[in-house]
């Protein structure tokens, strides 16, 4: 009832006297109850974000949960009319926007998209209590009382759990048994070392470990559940994980919040990819004499350009200095960005390469966890996936697309000026609500946008190599997209997608089935990154035509960081105002 009850006071606000006159509210009092509000119901989220007072929580995941959640966004969507939107100023009415876009969103993920009843991989605790357990944000007594409550509500989390799923897919079932068995390791000897070394009388350690133990059977409970009374049943019942171009297209408005709709990205990639062969052939032209002085050069192009990044992907690290190489590169990355004033980087926020921890295995093989911007001074993890399991002719092939000069661009991705730096820089924005609703195309875009401004302005020498490295990773980008929709919408085969990515994209095997693997396992995600590429490089080259000369590159990156991680078409139109006012005031 407290959203209620908020409404009535937020009613109260606007009302004077008999007349019931409407007053102007004050948007930002406005955003502030409502983020309270949203964190008490969804406190796991609230945790990642680096808000913690609600870390005690854990929201069983009912259908009278669901229900409420949908009062919830139906109550604040009815709140936000209330504004004139005229009136706000053009960054409030840019959270407006975010605000309105997540309650949506929610909305149709409980409604529509129903995720909870075929995707067990939705249900997995190690996350949130990894975060705890990690985090330096309290005193360890006070996370791990926090951390028991938790646990005590393990029970009824997972039972809600069973009771959801219903015709679940045979990949998403896998990965929720995998990645359960993940979270199994948060609750092990690192935490109850950290119980015995805690402060916390004798009673209380007891009681910590006995929920330990309990929370342990919980999650092995339902792992069992899944592999003895629910893939059984999938041989003949398995849900297709395709989704179908309506939802497809629906997810896509929902989660990339762009100017295009899913469809026209598509057509834009496939042509993006024509032209990317093309320009990757230039480049094989000029090498070959280098590199095959006596061989003739295949009359096939697409051969002839595969031939020379195989050569070229052969050198790369060993399998035993994967992570300590990334390590390594990271000062080199800050240098560049340094002596080249691209971008200003805060000393103070640090950036640690660690192995990826068990309970996020399974989808990526290097991903950026970074602070919630309630936790700004907090470790920003680079999660480095271990060949450990590999063998030999597979740690080999991962090598070979994670080769010398791959590697390179995928820590600019990943950290420096990649997301590393777009998360801090949105951890600082004025505006909450665009750091917390962070849109996924627009941090992915700023990922793959600073590996094409890092090569333009001369990183890696200018090479010919390096530039027909970064082609070839950046038709990884375009075909994401093209793969996520033809599987989904289109209905790719297996087959079809490994030779998209194999023989059009260049891709080692190694990689073409884990990335076919992803994209049996998430639903427009891969369509992010081009997305958010193509819209950055689009407001760029218009902020470029229209101040000529006075066109400066740091000040474009850093004014578009300022915005948090709104989506590029909402900072498209923040940014071509403050340039047309600039301009006007000039004039």
């Not at 949960?65 to 053009?90: G, H, I, P, T």
């Not at 679940?168 to 609750?187: K, R, S």
């Not at 599987?487 to 490994?498: K, P, R, W």
């Not at 193509?534 to 000529?548: C, S």
Request: aromatic share 12%; glycine share 6%.
């Amino acid at each position: 009832m407290r959203y209620f009850l908020f409404l009535i006071a937020t009613a109260l606000l606007i009302s004077c006297g008999d007349k019931k006159q409407q007053v102007p509210l004050d948007f930002k009092s406005f955003e502030d109850r409502f983020i309270l509000e949203f964190w008490k119901q969804n406190p796991g989220w609230a945790s990642y974000v680096g808000f913690h007072e609600y870390d005690s929580l854990l929201t069983a995941p009912t259908e009278e949960n669901r229900l409420a959640e949908v009062a919830f966004c139906n109550a604040y969507l009815d709140s936000l009319k209330l504004f004139d939107e005229s009136k706000l100023s053009k960054t409030e009415l840019t959270d407006l926007m975010m605000i309105r876009d997540q309650l949506q969103s929610t909305i149709w993920y409980a409604e529509v998209f129903k995720g909870h009843e075929w995707d067990p991989s939705s249900y997995n605790v190690g996350g949130a209590f990894g975060i705890m357990i990690n985090g330096n944000y309290a005193p360890l007594d006070e996370r791990l009382r926090a951390m028991s409550s938790k646990m005590e509500k393990l029970d009824a989390y997972y039972a809600a759990a069973k009771a959801n799923i219903k015709n679940p897919t045979v990949q998403h079932t896998d990965l929720a048994i995998m990645q359960n068995g993940g979270a199994l390791e948060v609750f092990g000897a690192s935490l109850i070392d950290s119980v015995d070394a805690s402060g916390l009388d004798h009673s209380e350690k007891e009681n910590i470990l006995i929920n330990i133990e309990f929370a342990k059977m919980a999650i092995q409970d339902y792992i069992d559940f899944l592999e003895k009374e629910i893939k059984p049943t999938l041989d003949k019942n398995a849900r297709d994980f395709r989704i179908g171009k309506e939802l497809f297209e629906q997810k896509f408005k929902h989660e990339i919040v762009s100017s295009y709709s899913a469809e026209e990205i598509f057509g834009k990639a496939v042509a993006a990819k024509s032209e990317l062969h093309g320009k990757m052939f230039g480049i094989t032209q000029e090498l070959w004499p280098t590199y095959f002085p006596k061989e003739r050069m295949p009359a096939d192009t697409l051969k002839a350009v595969r031939k020379m990044i195989d050569l070229l992907s052969l050198q790369h690290c060993h399998r035993d200095s994967f992570q300590s190489t990334i390590e390594a590169q990271i000062p080199e990355l800050t240098a560049f960005v340094k002596n080249k004033d691209l971008l200003y980087l805060d000393p103070e926020k640090p950036l640690v390469v660690r192995k990826e921890p068990a309970y996020m295995a399974g989808v990526a093989g290097a991903s950026i966890s970074a602070p919630g911007p309630y936790d700004k001074y907090g470790d920003t993890y680079y999660n480095v996936g271990s060949l450990a399991n590999y063998t030999d002719p597979e740690a080999e092939s991962y090598l070979r697309e994670y080769n010398k000069y791959i590697l390179q661009i995928l820590n600019i991705h990943e950290a420096i000026p990649g997301h590393y730096a777009q998360l801090v820089y949105a951890n600082q924005a004025p505006s909450l609500v665009k750091s917390i609703f962070g849109n996924g195309a627009m941090i992915e875009g700023w990922a793959v946008y600073t590996e094409r401004m890092m090569l333009e302005e001369g990183y890696g020498n200018n090479s010919q190599e390096m530039w027909l490295m970064y082609f070839k990773w950046n038709l990884r980008t375009v075909c994401n997209t093209i793969l996520d929709y033809s599987i989904h919408v289109n209905g790719m085969t297996e087959q079809q997608a490994l030779d998209l990515m194999v023989n059009q994209a260049f891709q080692q095997e190694a990689e073409a089935k884990g990335k076919w693997r992803r994209a049996t396992l998430s639903q427009v995600q891969l369509c992010s990154y081009f997305t958010g590429f193509y819209e950055i490089m689009q407001l760029r080259d218009e902020l470029k035509a229209q101040k000529g000369e006075g066109f400066n590159l740091k000040a474009f990156h850093e004014e578009f960081l300022s915005f948090g991680s709104a989506p590029v078409k909402y900072v498209r139109e923040l940014m071509l105002e403050s340039s047309d006012q600039r301009i006007a005031k000039s004039e």
